[in-house]
T-cell receptor
Framework: GAGVSQTPSNKVTEKGKYVELRCDPISGHTALYWYRQSLGQGPEFLIYFQGTGAADDSGLPNDRFFAVRPEGSVSTLKIQRTERGDSAVYLC????????????FGPGTRLTVL | AQSVTQLDSQVPVFEEAPVELRCNYSSSVSVYLFWYVQYPNQGLQLLLKYLSGSTLVKGINGFEAEFNKSQTSFHLRKPSVHISDTAEYFCAVSRNTGGFKTIFGAGTRLFVKA
C-alpha cells in the first residue's frame, strides 16, 4: 500500500520568504507527526496531531512555525519569514494512534534557506 | 522531560562480526523505547520497540535490544552483520502515559566493511 508521501522533496527559498510543506499520511492513520532533522542530528519533534487537532505543539520553535490538518488527513507545515537556521530536512510520520503505535515516516522535504 | 544519548557517533565493523550500538536514556517517568534505522536514501523505519514485559526485544533483520532499567540503557545488538546493515541507527524514547512526543538520539552510523 501507499506509504507516507511528502511534497516537495526539495525546496529552496530566500531568507524572509514563506514556505508550505505538505504531508500525505497513510490512509486511515489518525495520528500525524512533524519532525525536523538537521545534519548529523536525530529527528527533533515539532508537533503531533490526533485527528484534526494539534494535541502537542510544544516542539514548534517559535511563532513563525504553524501546522494544520483541517480534515484529519493531509497536513501542511507553514513557515513564515524563513531564516537560514530553518534549513533542514522536515520529516512527517503517521501512525494509527499515539505512542507506542509504530510511526511510518515519509522521505522528507529538504528545505534550504539562502 | 526525556533525553537520549547515543554514545557512539560512528561504529565501523567487519562483515560477519558482532556489533553493539549503545543507547542511554534519562526520564523521570516510565517510558517506551525504540530503535529506528535509516538506510541510505530511504526514510526511517522501525527496527524494534520495548513496551513492557520481557527485557529482551527482537526486531527485524536479526537485531535485538535489551532494556536495562537500572542502567537506563537500551543497547542494540546483532551477532553477525552484513554489508546491507550499513545505515544510520536512532534510539528513541517516549513516555508511556499521557505523552505524544518522541525524543530521538543523535544517531549512530554503522559502517560494515567487507
Amino acid at each position: 500500500g501507499a506509504g507516507v508521501s511528502q511534497t516537495p522533496s526539495n525546496k529552496v527559498t530566500e531568507k524572509g520568504k514563506y514556505v508550505e510543506l505538505r504531508c500525505d499520511p497513510i490512509s486511515g492513520h489518525t495520528a500525524l507527526y512533524w519532525y525536523r532533522q538537521s545534519l548529523g542530528q536525530g529527528p527533533e519533534f515539532l508537533i503531533y496531531f490526533q485527528g484534526t487537532g494539534a494535541a502537542d505543539d510544544s516542539g514548534l520553535p517559535n511563532d513563525r512555525f504553524f501546522a494544520v490538518r483541517p480534515e484529519g488527513s493531509v497536513s501542511t507545515l507553514k513557515i513564515q519569514r524563513t531564516e537560514r537556521g530553518d534549513s533542514a530536512v522536515y520529516l512527517c510520520a503517521s501512525s494509527q494512534g499515539a505512542p507506542p503505535d509504530t510511526q511510518y515516516f515519509g522521505p522528507g522535504t529538504r528545505l534550504t534557506v539562502l | 522531560a526525556q533525553s537520549v544519548t547515543q554514545l557512539d557517533s560512528q561504529v565501523p565493523v567487519f562483515e560477519e562480526a558482532p556489533v553493539e550500538l549503545r543507547c542511554n536514556y534519562s526520564s523521570s517517568v516510565s517510558v517506551y523505547l525504540f530503535w529506528y534505522v535509516q538506510y541510505p536514501n530511504q526514510g526511517l523505519q522501525l527496527l524494534l520497540k520495548y513496551l513492557s514485559g520481557s527485557t529482551l526485544v527482537k526486531g527485524i533483520n536479526g537485531f535485538e535490544a535489551e532494556f536495562n532499567k537500572s542502567q537506563t540503557s537500551f543497547h542494540l545488538r546483532k551477532p553477525s552483520v552484513h554489508i546491507s546493515d550499513t545505515a544510520e541507527y536512532f534510539c528513541a524514547v517516549s513516555r508511556n502515559t499521557g505523552g505524544f512526543k518522541t525524543i530521538f538520539g543523535a544517531g549512530t552510523r554503522l559502517f560494515v566493511k567487507a
